[in-house]
């Protein structure tokens, strides 16, 4: 089986089993209609899904094809044996994301188009890809430009890449885990209670939580939020609220029109600032 489809068959494994999950064993209550929601969100992930497959992967495959063959990058600088280089190679990938996603809610041109992730009402699985197509095309830019500075082995890549995706699926996902189990996954991965953190329409909860895999980056970068009730989470952001602004046609052109005041007048203020000590509640 090769990576491309072995890809394929872990992460539709993975999406599918979190999605029966999430409908038995829920962490969130469902403000909208399922069924209207996973519409949406399943036309904005296949134009996401193909956006990807014509830009990225080609990008980066010649970006990786390149750096292999001329031992281009910073681990082939570093000189690390094999296992060194592959342990090395994923840390700096997803520390890379990290940053990539924290641009994308600071600069705003590149928060005009990942605000249609976030604008999604409830969180589960489905939200994990629905990313506007524009945002897809611009990270084709970053993954080339993380390729040839870190200088990833193929495989090694390809293995992130898996793990990235399997695990995108999963912080997203609305299973409830027991409180114990979870807060002792999160000493090693990012999980639905942290992200969900992330996804709160309070700005201060939105602007904390960037881990993609390792939540050890928020640790470093004190951008960490644990502490707070998913009950009291209201997913979403303020200003782009109504049920409107949730179908395909009004998210495709949300980037291009003018922007409204994303965050309001909100409910409460953040009750935590990003700390290392926070705790995470149920």
């Known amino acids: 089986m090769g990576p491309a489809l072995l890809s ?48 990225v992967r080609p990008v980066v495959s010649h970006a990786l094809a390149w750096t292999s063959s001329d031992r281009v990058g910073l681990l082939a600088a570093l000189g690390l044996p094999a296992l060194g280089r592959w342990v090395a190679a994923v840390l700096f990938l997803d520390l890379g994301f990290y940053y990539w996603h924290r641009a994308n809610h600071a600069w705003p041109m ?17 939200t994990a890809l629905r990313f ?3 945002e897809v095309a611009f990270s084709a830019a970053f993954r080339a430009l993380q390729v040839l500075l870190i200088g990833p082995p193929f495989l090694a890549y390809m293995a ?16 409830r885990l027991p409180l114990g189990l979870e807060r002792a996954l999160n000493l090693v991965l990012v999980t639905p209670r942290m992200h969900g953190v992330h996804h709160s329409h ?29 009950r009291e989470i209201t997913i979403g952001i303020p ?13 495709l052109t949300m980037p291009f029109r003018g922007q409204r005041d994303y965050w309001g007048q909100q409910a409460r203020p953040a009750r935590v600032k990003p700390s290392v000590s926070s705790q995470m509640l149920d």
């Open 160 to 175: 992130y890449e898996i793990a990235f995706q399997a695990n995108t699926l999963f912080h997203h996902s609305n299973v």
């Open 239 to 251: 200003g782009y609220s109504r049920p409107e602004d949730n179908r395909v046609f009004a998210l």
């Open 202 to 230: 309070v700005r201060g909860e939105t602007n904390s939580n960037y881990s993609v895999v390792f939540p050890w980056w928020d640790w470093l970068h004190r951008s960490l939020v644990l502490a707070i009730r998913q």
């Open 110 to 126: 590149l928060w005009r188009f990942h605000n249609v992730h976030h604008v999604d009402p409830d969180l589960d699985v489905s």
């Open 8 to 55: 394929v068959v872990v992460l539709g494994g993975t999406g599918l089993l979190l999605f029966v999950w999430e409908r038995f064993r829920p962490l969130r209550r469902a403000t909208r209609p399922l069924l209207t929601r996973l519409g949406v969100n399943v036309v904005i992930s296949s134009l996401a899904m193909a956006t990807a497959g014509v830009a």
């Open 132 to 134: 506007h197509l524009g």
